[in-house]
């Protein structure tokens, strides 16, 4: 089973997906935000493209584990997605995510540049790779 994983930012969406067996996540490009409208369309498209049977989206917790500002407006996006999408979606843990990408990616080499194009996209595959990790066990 597929899974599509969506790394929620004000200006951009980390995209990753996992292989068909649902056990190796891969970053899969960023989504520009330019309106609501246009990125729910995007992810859905990406839905449909990839044959996504679930979506897990990244919960921006405090380090004490509760939600703030960016958790409530990540969840009030996922309410938007829920009505656009015909697949279940899930929350994950994203805590340390993005500094954990910004950690691989230097650590392959990757130009600056290239980092904050990608990071997003890293973050949430990295998300997505505990999802499935923990689905497994």
Request: without cysteine; charged residues 30%.
């Amino acid at each position: 089973m597929r899974i599509l994983a969506l790394d929620v930012g004000e200006k951009r969406v980390g995209v990753a997906v996992s292989d068909a067996g649902g056990v190796i996540a891969q970053a899969a490009g960023v989504i520009v935000r330019r309106s609501r409208r246009q990125v729910l369309a995007e992810i859905r498209a990406r839905v449909a493209a990839s044959g996504a049977a679930r979506i897990v989206v990244g919960l921006p917790l405090r380090m004490d584990g509760t939600e703030g500002d960016a958790a409530a407006g990540v969840r009030k996006f996922i309410d938007a997605l829920r009505t656009v999408v015909p697949v279940p979606v899930e929350v994950q843990d994203e805590r340390l995510s993005t500094a954990e990408a910004d950690r691989v990616m230097i650590a392959s080499g990757a130009h600056r540049t290239r980092r904050r194009a990608a990071r997003d996209a890293v973050a949430a595959a990295l998300f997505l790779q505990t999802y499935l990790d923990r689905q497994r066990h």
